[in-house]
């Protein structure tokens, strides 16, 4: 078991009707609130005006228009040139992770008189932010429990992870109620983004029983109950369920103790959907199966076994090699029956640029040292099998 030093500050308050608390979190924090949201869907909801009426004393300037795959050009830079012209004391978050991962970008900036890229890169480590609040209404990235977020840079095709101890939320509110108008497509994203954020703690060199026992149970609860949502998008258990497995995903608490894994479908997604602007869960489904498939050797094959007989049920009597075949398999029969595309070419990607992320990704992601190293020709060839 390995040592770790683990902390989270974030206060998670869930359930119906909580954002009636929103108030008094702000008012403890400062009056000066920038807004920051998507696309418009928290308008649709109700959930904009219920907010505004809420914080109906507080001073507050707004970010609309935060894309998926969060962009530092134009939101991360406009909404630092709005911390520092309106002398914001604190950001709050309504909407999903891309929302959360661009604020977490710019409560960093705001403290920085900079380029904020320099923080997000880490030539320069940043030594304040400004606090942030959110109100979920997405189950899928656990940003709204961690540290961390990611950032696209479109001139340069780069998506960045950028972690850092100060960009923790202060409060995170979830309704589970503010998802049953999440989109099939976005619903059935969400839960492959989170079964991949548990399957890269997971697949690791070290683990302990604890933690292999909190991950297949998190997998077959997001599975479970990412159906019965797709099924019933009112069904506040399911939704609810979805949602604090969602939460958990990302924070590292699956895998305290564990040897880092090195996150490597992550790594090649994050240039897929930086090179074409794909949904990160779409992508993270497509590549994750072939990735398995990839890896699967002798020393591998035991993590393979226990994957699928405790997590499918696979039959434990089967020879290691059939069981760890059928584990590979049912993971992309789930991802297929959640009707999420599982090849490349489905989400408009060809072969046209593979070598150049594939490199890209070499270059980039240091994923010589993950669980299982992963060279260019490793990392083309599994690109090359997604297609």
Not at 54 to 81: H, M
Not at 247 to 274: K, Q, V
Request: proline fraction near 5%.
């Amino acid at each position: 078991m390995q040592n770790f030093d683990y902390r989270t500050p974030t206060r998670l308050v869930f359930g119906e009707n909580v954002i009636e608390k929103l108030p008094a979190v702000m008012a403890a924090i400062g009056k000066h609130v920038l807004l920051t949201y998507g696309g418009g869907s928290i308008k649709k909801i109700g959930l904009y005006d219920r907010v505004k009426e809420l914080l109906k004393d507080f001073e507050i300037t707004e970010l609309p228009g935060i894309q998926p795959n969060p962009k530092y050009d134009p939101s991360v830079l406009d909404g630092v040139r709005l911390c520092k012209e309106n002398d914001i004391d604190v950001i709050l978050a309504v909407g999903g992770g891309s929302v959360l991962d661009c604020s977490k970008a710019i409560a960093a900036g705001a403290k920085y008189d900079g380029d904020p890229w320099d923080l997000i890169t880490y030539k320069v480590k940043a030594q304040a932010a400004l606090p942030i609040v959110d109100i979920l209404t997405l189950a899928a990235t656990g940003s709204e429990y961690d540290s961390g977020g990611v950032i696209s840079r479109t001139e340069t095709n780069d998506k960045v992870a950028y972690l850092d101890p100060l960009l923790y939320p202060v409060c995170s509110f979830l309704d589970p109620r503010y998802t049953f108008t999440v989109s099939k497509k976005q619903t059935a994203a969400g839960c492959a983004d989170a079964m991949n954020h548990i399957m890269e703690q997971y697949f690791c060199e070290d683990a302990t029983l604890l933690n292999d026992g909190f991950c297949e149970a998190g997998l077959k609860s997001l599975m479970a109950n990412a159906k019965a949502c797709l099924e019933n998008p009112e069904d506040y258990r399911a939704r609810a369920e979805m949602m604090f497995a969602c939460t958990l995903g990302c924070n590292g608490i699956y895998s305290l103790g564990n040897s880092p894994s090195g996150w490597p479908c992550h790594a090649i997604e994050h240039a897929l959907s930086a090179y074409y602007d794909i949904t990160h869960g779409e992508g993270l489904a497509i590549i994750t199966p072939r990735w398995m498939r990839h890896i699967l050797s002798e020393r591998t094959i035991d993590r393979f076994v226990k994957y699928g007989i405790n997590v499918f049920g696979i039959d434990a009597t089967l020879p290691k090699q059939e069981i760890a075949e059928k584990a590979i398999d049912s993971t992309y029969a789930f991802f297929e029956s959640i009707n999420i595309p599982m090849h490349l070419r489905e989400v408009g990607i060809g072969e046209e640029r593979i070598d150049e992320m594939a490199h890209h990704i070499a270059v980039n992601e240091g994923l010589e040292n993950a669980y299982v190293p992963l060279l260019e020709q490793d990392i083309k060839e599994i690109l090359v099998a997604s297609l």
